[in-house]
């Protein structure tokens, strides 16, 4: 079996394919795990889909034809063409799909270099996979040595820091442009994580927040977490909010365009409208004095900040090649530790056999008995060292699964039970 991951983000993709191929909401992505999982091929599979990008992360015992088939799902997903999909996927496998997956959690492959989200979003879809019993053993250690890393990179660079977020980097567009931020209104639609976060960056900025929803009720309490004021709007005031606020950010999981040429008028003044959402929330308008940001238009800041990263995302880099190698080495661990703790097990096994048997025959007295079992340990400890340590030396070997599987079948032992006994949960995130 072999990690597979196939990859469509802002790096191969436009925001026009990334829209079709979004999964907006946990029916949609149940449902297209579900049928990728009927084939024979893929054993696990954790779909994130978020506004930069869509990965399915997997187990395949024939990683070709799984990603073809995936990808033959997603193209009747998305109505796009399978060549134009299969063209413009990066597909990785074992060695690069496991450092494609710790770049990922470690917010290297983001369109925002350090963006903070991430990782969160790779947990919440592990997470959903997991509740699904649609990953198992495998999948589970995989992603938890990704967070693992996330961690490692997060402590020792200040890549978090900053405008590290598309919402961050749409607030700080508003704010070039704006420039005296008091008094000025920002309208942001929606109710979400994305929305909150935008909110928080608005506040910081200077802005004057003005919120609305479809959802009233989650726009109030979402506006009673912040200590500033949030003016909540009721949505069907959203015609006469957009031609009134000159700064609107919207991030809703809308499937469809929810800002379109009909209810915008031309107004005499500049607005400037940042549309973060994947689907795209604004439809092509065509309004005098109106700017429309979209998540890609947003790249242009990120390629400046990309100078003042370099140097803390070259360390980034190390650390996940690093650790993508580690990651291999701690797999072939469980493999290897098995194998010690049965050839000890079995050693004590006869050790308790053969006591009972010289006790019963009187060839020893109960008295002598512990000592002669502490005696029989020594020596089997003392026997089984150098075995030991070139067992553990050969882990890191690529001969380790040939040598192990000789190991196990002079001993006798069981293959299967001895690698999956490891809970992978043991690792720390």
Known sequence: MSYLSISFSHKNTDIQTREKLAFPNEENKDRFLKQILEDQHLKEAILLSTCNRVEIISR????????????NKLSKYSNIEFDDLYERADISVNDSAIHHIFSVASALDSLVIGETQIVGQLKDAFRFSLSKEYCDQELSRALHYSFKCAAAVRNATSLGTGSVSVASTAVAKAKEIIKDTAGVKALVIGAGEMSELTIKHLLSSGFDVVLTSRDRKKAQILADTFED???????????????????????????YPIITQDITKNCSFERFWFDIAVPRDIEEIDSPNLMIYSVDDLQEIVNENMSLRAEQAKTAYQIVNKMSLEFFDWLKSLEVDPVIKNMYTRGDA???????????????????????????????????HQPQKKIKSISKDNQCDIVVSTVQSVFG?????????????KINE
């Open 60 to 71: 395949a015992s024939n990683p070709d034809v799984a990603s073809k088939n995936i990808i």
């Open 350 to 384: 006869i050790i308790d056999k053969k006591i009972k048997n010289a006790l019963k025959k009187g060839f020893i007295d109960k008295e002598s008995e512990e000592n002669i079992r502490k005696l029989c340990q020594t020596v089997l400890t003392e026997y089984l």
């Open 229 to 255: 004021f949030i003016q909540v709007e009721d949505y069907v005031n959203l015609p006469e909010l957009l031609n009134e606020i000159p700064v609107m950010i919207t991030a809703t999981s809308a499937p």
């Open 413 to 425: 032992m069981d293959s299967e039970t001895s690698f999956l006994s490891h809970d992978c949960n």
